[in-house]
């Protein structure tokens, strides 16, 4: 197995359900694209754009996990959202995802 030094990114693919908290909508979701993620963070590729500094959660890996959003920008496809994980068993202890490019 791949030793991880911190803060390494890799490469990966999944689909997550995410909820945020939206001023219009109370709780909203969206189904995000996971792209990256690494001991403290992710990005994902979202359709809809979540405030800087919004709280999310990740419901299809459970709402224990709690995410912060440190930036969204806009792209051809949608967004692409950073967000930083407070759980230091986030990656790769508590949650691999399903298809992950381990570096060489």
Do not use: N
């Amino acid at each position: 197995m791949y030793t991880l030094q911190a803060g390494e990114h890799v490469h990966c693919l999944d689909v997550l359900k995410v909820a945020f908290s939206s001023d219009t909508a109370g709780k909203s979701h969206d189904c995000a694209f996971l792209l990256e993620i690494w001991d403290r963070g992710a990005l994902l590729q979202t359709s809809v754009a979540i405030p800087e500094g919004a709280r999310i959660s990740f419901e299809s890996i459970g709402d224990r996990v709690a995410a912060q959003v440190v930036s969204c920008d806009q792209d051809s496809y949608g967004f692409m959202v950073e967000v930083a994980v407070g759980e230091s068993s986030w990656f790769p202890d508590g949650y691999t995802p399903p298809h992950v490019i381990w570096p060489t």
